[in-house]
Every structure is written in C-alpha cells, then in structure tokens.
C-alpha cells in the first residue's frame, strides 16, 4: 500500500517543481526612465524556462542593441528579487547613428559599395548603424556573383570616429581565386543540343560563376517546346574547378493539326466541305530543328502545300537558317511557287531577326487570254523580319502569351519583260490578357500590304477562315491590302474546357478592282481538351457591312491539335 502512495507524491512533486521552474519572469529596465522605455520600444521574451534561458535573452538584446548604434551599452546588475523574478538593469549610454567603413580597393569594387551607401570614397564609405547587416549581406552577394561564392566579410577595429560617429575596418575573407564554370553537364536528357546551351541560354564555360544569373537563364529552358527544366540547377564546387549541372527533360513537342469546316454555298444552297493538315516535327534529331507540312483543300477549289525547315545554330554557330516551299493551286486558274530562305539569328530566348529572299513563280493555266487579270510573272524580293514570342507551356488550353511578327519585303516583278518595284509588309499580333484564373480576352491582329503600280490578280493577297476573319470561307477573300482584327472572351470552366466568344472585324482594299470593303464576324466557340489533344469547335456568322445576317452564311469550323 505504500508504494502506489509514494508514486503519487514523487510524481506530484516533480510535476511541481517542473511547473515551478516554467515561471521565471525577466523584467529589464534602463538606468534612467527614457532608456527603460527604449527597450519596452525593442521588446524581449519575459517568461523563461530557467536562469540560463533569462541570462541568454539579456545577451540576446545587448547585441541587438548594438546593431541599433548602442554600442557602448553594459549591464549594470541581475538581481533576484523573488523566487520567480529576476531584475536585469541596463546602462545604453550614447546612440551612434552612422559609422565610416574603411575598405581596400583591391578587395571590393566602388560599384558595389555606390548600392548600399550614398556616400563612398575610394578609402570609405558611410551607412547608417541599423543598415550594416543588410548592406554587408548584399555586399557579399555581389561578391558571389563576381565568382567569389565562398567570401566572408566582417567588420574589425570597431571604435568611435568621434563624439557622434563610428568608424571600423572591412576585412573581405576569401579564396583570392576567381571561381568560372569549368564544365557544365545536363542532367536526364543527355542528348540535349549543346548549341543551345551556347547560343540559346548564353551558358559557356570560363564565364564567371554568377548563380543567381545561372539561375535567370536555366529558367529560359521552360520557353522551348522540346525540353523543360525539372528544378534548380545545382554546383559541385571542387578545389581547383566549379562544375554546373542543369536538370532537363525532354517534352512532347510533335504536334498534328487539323480541321474540318462546312457550310452552305451561296449559289448552289448545297452543304461543302473543306478543310486542312498540319504536322509539326520537333527535334526528333536531338538538334533542335523543326520540320512543318501543311496541306489544305478548300471549298473554292483552292490547294494549299507549304513545307518549312529550320535548322538553329547551324555548325555551332549563333545563326540559323529557314527554308520554306510554297505552292497554291487555284482550280484550273493558276498555279503559284513560293520559295524562301532566311538566316536568322536568336537575340535571346524570346527574340529573333532574320534577313533573306524570296522567289516567286507564278503560271496563268488558262489556254485562253482573255482574263487580263491573270498573268505569267516571276517575284524576288529581299526581306528582313523580327519576332517576339512568348510562350507559357504550362497553361495546355493556352500554351503561347504573347507574339509579335513584322516582316517587311522589298524587290520587283517581272512580267512579259516588265520590271514593276513591290513591296509587301505583313504584321501579326497577338496578346492573352489574362483578367484572373478563370477570364481572359484574346487579341489578335493581322495586317497585309502589298504596294505595286498595277496588280495581277494571281498575286493578291488571300485571306479568309479559321485562322483569318470567321464565317467566312477559306481564302474566299483577296485583297491589295487587308487588316483583320480578332476578339474574343475567353471563359475558363476548368483546366480542361473553355468557351469563348467570336467578334472579328476586317478591312480590305482591292486596287485592281478599286474596291474597298468592310466585314465581321460574330460567333462563339469552346474548346476542350481530351486524351488525343485539344478539340476546338468554332461557329461564326460573316457579312460585309451592307448586309443582313442570315444563317446560310454561318461556318463550323472544328480542328484538332495533338501532341505526340
């Protein structure tokens, strides 16, 4: 019976005695009643465990007090006034509110010290007391960045200048050795173009080793279609070399795109078809290239072949070259041959110029020549283009933000021994305006001008269709000169299906006619996305300005874009 007796005393008194040594109380006061309300103002822990957590928070608050300028401040007493408090008196004396850092030239550049001090000569400079820990951490940043990872500063000597001001010695402790990147290795997509490190990502051994830089142009690898950065690059630093290692994986970048549209024909009331093929080839040869192949037959009995090329950073080199075949068919009217080759040059990740020429064929297939609008010819031309691309890949329904296209194009033509001076300049953009997560607007604007003494109708521009001004039929429409503007409201019901509505307006001028016109478009449409890509379904009403909406002149167009 004594036992249980003498477990419930002794785990009494130890709960007691642990309760008992949980209430200490700390209460520190200045020497005079201006400095005691100085340290309410900063403020400290008063409820401690033990004696050694009540003496560690004086400490604590002496060297917090310094940082503040009170450098000069002492303990005067710690007095135990009962079994659970404990009085601590504290003497602040005098504030220093600046200190003079003196520094060696050779050890920091005066350009550094010029972001953290608006005073700084070439044997000091001056901040203020409360700043000197954070100057001194963006100070040693810059040091790493400057290849120097493993600096350490610390301030020495620290004494009154005079009466009111500081003065210390800055000592710069580091390997004298400029850190570079000796070897850079990828990391789970071993055949990755090394071009692109080069000349897309500006990562080059012997550089200066700068990680938060390194860090800015890895996250360029999320801009490509065929690879993606898994995480944050990291580094091996050995004693005599610095390797980078970048995590990548490549991505499904392939992509097949095609549509099917319908609607009535004005002139005979029966239902059309017409529709097109698009296959995109991404780096299938771990180079980076990009094979394009379109074909489209529309219900104007018009054929479209297009074939595109791009080989970047040929032979290692900062440019790369476009190469593009073109041919048109219109019924048995004529046939047009188109062939391009650029050399471009990649300013950045988002960034591109090109220069090139152009070759244009064109073969009036008519037997008679009674149609003086239709004319054998032969086009050259100079051209010189900037592109600005932004894409956001992780959003599937909207993988692209931002493009911007200029291109302008100058030469003549030639037709039965006549030279006439050309000109053609060709704008397009387009802008996601993302309001919040679930509402967009789209923008998009499409602008053609070809400038000539006379026109052949075989050399129009043609525009028209999904990819143009909506409710209209594909390439039904050629103009000199045409604008085209695309709006729509985007409504995003969940991270696999949109809505959107269709409001589309377009300016044309054709001066082989003299004619000029206006035309819209209204519609809706959705898209959704499902195990084979992304399904969209568009359906637009079209009219000119003079006329009437009627259902007959509504277009469905529904496309399909795969990746694979």
């Known amino acids: 019976m004594c036992k249980p007796y003498f477990f419930v005393v002794f785990m009494c008194m130890l709960f007691f005695s642990e309760s008992h040594a949980q209430n200490l109380h700390l209460k520190i006061t200045g020497k005079t009643i201006d400095e005691t309300k100085t340290i309410d103002a900063i403020g400290y822990s008063k409820t401690h465990n033990n004696y050694l957590s009540v003496k560690n928070e004086i400490d604590s608050l002496r060297n917090y007090l310094n940082t503040l300028g009170f450098i000069e401040n002492r303990l005067i007493n710690i007095k135990k006034s009962n079994d659970s408090v404990f009085s601590a008196k504290l003497h602040l004396k005098q504030k220093f509110n600046t200190i003079y850092i003196y520094y060696n030239y050779q050890d920091v550049n005066t350009s550094f010290l010029e972001s953290i001090s608006k005073k700084v000569t070439k044997n000091y400079f001056v901040t203020n007391i409360a700043n000197v820990k954070s100057a001194l951490d963006i100070l040693n940043s810059k040091l790493a960045n400057e290849g120097k990872p493993f600096s350490k500063l610390k301030l020495s000597n620290i004494k009154k200048k005079d009466s009111v001001n500081l003065k210390a010695d800055l000592l710069v402790l580091s390997n004298k050795t400029r850190r570079t990147i000796d070897d850079i290795k990828i990391v789970g997509y071993n055949k990755f173009p090394k071009s692109y490190l080069k000349h897309y990502l500006k990562l080059k051994t012997s550089e200066t080793f700068n990680l938060s830089i390194i860090e800015k142009k890895t996250e360029q690898l999320n801009n490509l279609r065929f690879a993606k950065q898994v995480k944050p690059p990291e580094v091996l630093f050995q004693k005599d070399s610095t390797s980078l290692y970048i995590y ?24 059309e078809f017409d529709g097109f093929l698009n296959l995109r080839l991404i780096n299938n040869l771990n180079y980076g290239e990009t094979f394009s192949l379109l074909y489209k037959s529309d219900e104007n009995d018009q054929d479209t072949f297009d074939a595109t090329l791009s080989l970047p950073f040929i032979f290692n080199s900062p440019v790369g070259i476009d190469l593009n075949l073109r041919i048109f068919k219109k019924d048995s009217s004529f ?42 010819y032969n086009s050259n031309y100079f051209a010189i283009s900037y592109h600005y691309l932004k894409p956001q890949f992780y959003d599937v329904l909207f993988p692209i933000k931002s493009n911007f296209f200029l291109e302008s194009n100058f030469g003549n033509r030639t037709s039965s021994n006549i030279k006439t001076n050309q000109s053609l300049i060709t704008l397009n953009a387009f802008n996601n305006f993302k309001l919040n997560e679930k509402n967009s607007i789209y923008a998009n604007i499409d602008v053609s001008n070809l400038s000539s003494d006379n026109y052949f109708e075989n050399e129009l521009l043609r525009f028209g269709g999904i990819n143009s001004i909506r409710g209209f039929e594909e390439n039904s429409l050629f103009a000199s000169l045409f604008g085209v503007l695309n709006a729509e409201y985007r409504y995003r019901i969940s991270n696999s299906i949109y809505i959107h509505s269709i409001t589309d307006f377009a300016y044309f001028e054709n001066k082989s006619l003299e004619t000029k ?20 379904f568009n359906y637009a009403n079209g009219k000119n300005e003079n006329q009437t909406f009627k259902l007959s002149n509504s277009k469905i167009h529904l496309s399909l874009v795969a990746n694979f």
């Open 248 to 271: 990548v994986e490549k991505s499904k970048s392939n992509t097949f795109d095609g549509f099917l549209g319908f609607g009535t024909n004005d002139e005979t009331n029966k239902l």
């Open 335 to 376: 046939t047009t041959i188109d062939q391009k080759a650029k050399i471009n040059y990649q300013i950045n990740p988002l960034h591109k110029v090109s220069v090139g020429i152009s070759s244009i064929e064109s073969n009036n297939l008519r037997s008679e020549n009674t149609v003086v609008a239709l004319q054998d």
């Open 517 to 536: 016109e206006k035309l819209f478009g209204f519609g809706f449409g959705f898209g959704i996305l499902t195990n084979s890509g992304i399904l969209k």
